[in-house]
């Protein structure tokens, strides 16, 4: 359903709380830079109705982060309804619940399970990957609560030699979870119809991103960021699948009658712990400082690049299963992995393409496994000439003068590395 929001007036914050606040002020700066992308507009809407539209609670099944495959979910019956964190609003629900240095996600996730009158119902099912000690702490307090779970173990060690094996078989017990919930049988072709929606989905948005990768002229880099992000916010994956497109085409018209800019700002890549909507104080902050965002490497950046082709989808069940599971477990890039060598290849490809100037390493307080990533990442980058810039912070609004002030200083210094480059060639 699409939820008109916007005008020319802006939305009008009347007397909100923190939390709606939060999502129309975000809603607010995106449509002003991007008010004549008509487009974008269903976007926007989209974010908006889940944050404070009527949701269907029947038999739901909730997924706590985006390391699940939504595939196996869609094929049991149901509509995967995401908690990914990002609202301060939220994180302040659960200021009771757990410790002051909980990391910003954590809490956000558990603060939005306590909203009043918005929670999941009783009936819902949650399905819980144990990647940290917080997400471990949330199936505990969901279980206390005598919630309906579904734990994903995942595991840590890539070079284990059963790791993909103990993976695939989770995925198998995740289908039947689903699938007793919901009352759907899972079958070949609900599984084959999942898979080919996801791929559709998928690739739409790899083709948006390359499309609009380095045209702030056509949609700014924090819009990008929603068309992304609104994945895990859309009601239905069909019509968002089919609003990625035509927004593609929309650019693609835009692009013929607009010419690239010259002059553009350094580009860089964002890259750390992941950036969700409503909170995009950290994209802001780097246009703010005259800096453009080329891609994003977080653990949900290869999902793009998970697809199946035609040719694959044979085989029984439990094989697309097994498929499904393969291709997750290579391609994931969360903090489940002692040593995130999926997310360490990213950056290094996109370093070797040349295609960024620096790199912004975001760093949420109390997320401390992409401290351990840095340590690694850093050296290889030196080693293409990209200097790095490491941001910490949380869901806060405090500190983003400071912030500021250090990005600008940053910006300067890429600045002058183009100036040194030109010199040296001419």
Known sequence: MEVAVMDHTNIKTRSFGCYEKEYVDSLNQLYSENAELPGFRWFLDTAYAWAFGEQDRKREVVLLGTMIPEEI????????????????????????????????????????????????GPEALYIVPLVNDSMRKIAYELKSQGRKLCL??????????YAEEKYARQ????????????????????????????SAARTALQKFLEQSRGRAELISDAARLLVHNSYYLADSIDEW???????????AGRALCQNRKTGS??????????????NYKVPFLVRDAGLAVADCVDEAALKPCISYKRSSLRGSRDQLIQMIAAKWFRHDASSANIRNDVMFEMVERIAKQGSVEGVVWHV???????????????????GYGIPVF?????????????????????????????????????
């Not at 994903?152 to 030699?161: E, F, Q, S, Y």
């Not at 089919?242 to 085409?249: I, K, M, N």
């Open 152 to 161: 994903i173990d995942v595991p840590p060690d890539r070079k284990d030699r």
């Open 390 to 426: 490491r941001l910490e912070t949380d869901y806060q609004y405090q500190d983003v003068e400071q912030l500021r002030i250090r990005l600008e200083a940053f910006s300067e210094m890429l600045e002058q590395n183009r100036y040194r480059r030109v010199a040296r060639v001419s």
């Open 364 to 382: 949420l307080k109390g997320q401390m496994e992409y401290d351990f990533e840095l340590d690694r990442i850093e050296p290889m980058l030196s």
């Open 73 to 120: 979910v869609i094929a049991a019956g149901a509509k995967p309804r995401w908690l990914i964190g990002g609202s301060l609003g939220t994180a302040a629900w659960s200021d009771d619940l757990v410790p002051r240095d909980a990391d910003p996600v954590s809490r956000s996730i558990l603060g939005y399970l306590h909203r009043p009158g918005a929670a999941p």
């Open 171 to 198: 995925m198998k017990e995740l289908c039947a979870a689903v699938s007793r919930h919901t009352g759907t049988r899972v079958t070949k072709n609900t599984a084959v119809s999942a898979m080919r929606r996801v």
């Open 241 to 251: 699948t089919r609003r990625v497109e035509a927004l593609s085409r929309e650019l």
């Open 265 to 278: 700002p350094p580009a860089v890549l964002l890259a750390g712990s992941p950036v969700r909507f409503p």
